[in-house]
């Protein structure tokens, strides 16, 4: 079974960091794009960001130059860097994927089950 492990969530003040990691693990055969959304209580899911197998990213435009995203490709792991966090930026994050699995020819969309991310002022 394909899945996506999510860890480094927590409680954290106004100005701290956190890093978060998301492993995909099972009969992987390819992995695409990765990256990591958030859904804040009574809001709609957003993308934070996303990194390509080639190493290109993309960010949610207010968040540049405090998070960063990166990938261990061998590993099939990303991580998300959050630094100088907000109130704002509490929510659950969620790790995504697009994976080919092990004996097939098609992209599936893969979500971790979310992290909570608590920021205090």
């Known amino acids: 079974q394909v899945q996506l492990l999510e860890s480094g969530g927590g409680l954290v003040q106004a100005g701290g960091s956190l890093r978060l990691s998301c492993a995909a693990s099972g009969r992987i055969s390819r992995i695409n794009d990765m990256g990591w959304f958030r859904q804040a209580p009574g809001k709609q899911r957003e993308l934070v960001a996303r990194?390509?197998?080639?190493?290109?990213?993309n960010y949610l435009d207010s968040l540049k130059g405090r998070f960063t995203i990166s990938r261990d490709v061998a590993q099939k792991t990303v991580y998300l860097q959050m630094n100088t966090l907000k109130p704002e930026d509490t929510a659950v994050y969620y790790c995504?994927?697009?994976?080919?699995?092990?004996?097939?020819?098609?992209?599936?969309?893969?979500w971790g089950q979310g992290t909570q991310v608590t920021v205090s002022s």
């Open positions: 995504n994927a697009q994976i080919i699995r092990a004996g097939s020819v098609y992209w599936n969309e893969y």
């Open positions: 990194i390509t197998s080639g190493g290109s990213t």
